[in-house]
């Protein structure tokens, strides 16, 4: 899969959550993907492949990196609690699809209980960051 696939799937995902919202920034193009004003999510073109920016669990971002050649430090930003993930034969849709929602989900945790969203219940490989509180998982 290539880096324009792995932000389709990104993308499309984060679309499906919960008050996901995209904002587009022109000057650098960077497309931010938020929940309730805080991102989870960033998508921008390095110079020759397209790239996807998520917030990670540090020790589930240092096993990703030792696993998969195509997740690396987050770009741009802090390279403990984000990862980057280019196009490459190590990264597929089930992996990222899991990521967008565990970068999702670890930022749901930060807001205040009041301004969350309902998180979607865990899917995937059962890497998840942590798992939903039970009142708050929906299909």
Do not use: C, N
């Not at 492949?49 to 696993?67: G, I, T």
């Not at 990862?83 to 749901?108: A, F, K, M, N, P």
Request: net charge negative; glycine share 8%.
């Amino acid at each position: 899969m290539d880096g324009q696939q792995v932000q389709r799937i990104a993308g499309d995902r984060a679309a499906s959550l919960p008050d996901a919202e995209l904002e587009r920034r022109s000057a650098p193009d960077w497309d931010l993907w938020k929940v309730r004003g805080k991102v989870f999510l960033l998508m921008t073109d390095l110079p020759g492949h397209p790239v996807v920016v998520l917030k990670a669990d540090p020790d589930h971002a240092a096993a990703l990196r030792e696993q998969h050649a195509d997740i690396t430090p987050g770009y741009h930003m802090d390279k403990k609690h984000w990862i980057t993930l280019t196009g490459g034969g190590t990264v597929d849709e089930e992996l990222v699809e899991e990521l967008v929602l565990d970068s999702y989900r670890l930022v749901v945790e930060g807001l205040p209980r009041s301004r969350r969203p309902v998180v979607p219940a865990p899917v995937g490989r059962g890497q998840m960051a942590s798992p939903a509180p039970p009142d708050t998982t929906i299909s």
